[in-house]
């Protein structure tokens, strides 16, 4: 399995990013799938997962501004990102879980005040 993800950048607060992953592999749209992120100096949190019935979580702190869809067609899991905050700025990361967790490569999203 392999992930890429895509879309991250600098942006000010109030604005919005979405964010992409494209996944290879013939069992992803049985697959959570999720986005994570870790901010220098803090521990990787989740911040938003979809099953492959399309149900979703989201953490607390993003509840309201992002949204995570998926197209089981195109083997893609996207993260519409709204109200950036400071507070948002991290590496995030695309996951896949199908009864082992896989990352991809990080992309960074830093918002400035």
């Known amino acids: 399995v392999q992930l890429q993800a895509s879309g991250g950048g600098l942006v000010q607060a109030g604005g919005s990013l979405r964010l992409s992953c494209a996944a290879s592999?013939?069992?992803?749209?049985?697959?959570?799938m999720g986005w994570y992120r870790q901010a220098p100096g803090k521990q990787r949190e989740v911040v938003a997962r979809i099953g492959s019935g399309g149900s979703t979580m989201y953490a607390d702190s993003v509840k309201g501004r992002f949204t995570i869809s998926r197209d089981n067609a195109k083997n893609t899991i996207n993260l519409q990102m709204n109200t950036l905050k400071p507070e948002d700025t991290a590496v995030y990361y695309c996951n896949l879980y199908y009864g082992v967790h896989y990352w991809g490569k990080g992309t960074q999203v830093t918002v400035s005040s």
């Open positions: 592999g013939s069992f992803f749209s049985s697959s959570l």
